[in-house]
């Protein structure tokens, strides 16, 4: 699942750097948050009831929609002013980070094969990427800062496994999200065109079926068993 997540991640990110020409990147993650909505509700509905749109922990799920909301909006903020190779190293500190505290957090031991297998896959990152860092500096800061939201959101993903079916899960995320997202879009919203529609149609969808495969795979296995894997978004890149 995992896998399958940071594939379409790898063409989803390709999609927003060409979108981020024309909007903002809160618009861009509005309009995936709000089209994930409007996907996933009708399902969930029909396999767990319209009682299951609204979440019994209201706080952590939202606190995790924060995550993935400046994670992302950050990320697509980032690669308005470095390449996405560069972009795409600073944010995979997120499985060190995680790696670092879910004993901490989540009570997961995590040995020392794991530590250095994901310490080996960051290198490993760094060398196939070979990031110039000649970019604007304030993007690496900005794209690092997405490292460690995303790093969050994984570690939500893990705390909540247990809270709510997967896709309501899934819903709960990009619904809170864009209601946290909306009062900022007085600001920097951009109007979508007509012309644009394909395009925005197949980043959304590849955005709904990432953030289901990764919020399934942090039901299934520990949070450092999977951190590891988020770096073969780099084979799909």
């Known amino acids: 699942l995992i896998l399958a997540a940071m594939a379409g991640n790898s063409s989803k990110d390709g999609i927003a750097k060409l979108l981020t020409s024309s909007y903002s990147p809160l618009t861009i993650l509005f309009i995936q948050f709000v089209t994930t909505s409007l996907i996933l509700a009708p399902i969930v509905i029909k396999k767990n009831g319209v009682r ?3 979440p019994d922990k209201l706080l952590p799920q939202a606190l995790r929609s924060s995550f993935i909301a400046f994670g992302l909006g950050l ?10 190779a560069d972009a795409t190293a600073m944010v995979f500190v997120a499985p060190l980070i995680v790696t670092a ?6 009570g997961e031991p995590i040995g020392l094969r794991r530590t250095i297998s994901v310490i080996i896959g960051f290198i490993g990152v760094l060398i196939i990427l070979r990031p110039t860092m ?3 500096r304030t993007g690496y800061f900005i794209a690092l800062g997405a490292g460690i ?4 959101y994984y570690i939500a993903n893990r705390k909540l496994a247990n809270e709510a079916p997967i896709l309501a899960s899934t819903f709960y995320a990009s619904f809170l999200g864009a209601i946290i997202l909306s009062p900022l879009l007085l ?4 109007a979508p065109g007509i012309s644009d529609f394909w395009i925005l149609f197949g980043f959304t969808v590849l955005a709904t079926l990432g953030q289901i495969f990764i ?4 039901s299934f296995a520990a949070a450092n068993i999977i951190a590891p894997f988020v770096y073969t978004q780099i084979i799909w890149a």
């Open 101 to 106: 505290l879910s004993p901490a957090i989540l």
């Open 187 to 190: 600001i920097f919203w951009s």
């Open 215 to 218: 919020i399934s795979a942090f």
């Open 75 to 84: 990320f697509y903020w980032a690669i308005n002013f470095i390449n996405i």
């Open 149 to 152: 939201f995303l790093a969050a």
């Open 52 to 54: 299951r749109l609204i």
């Open 134 to 136: 000649d970019g604007d």
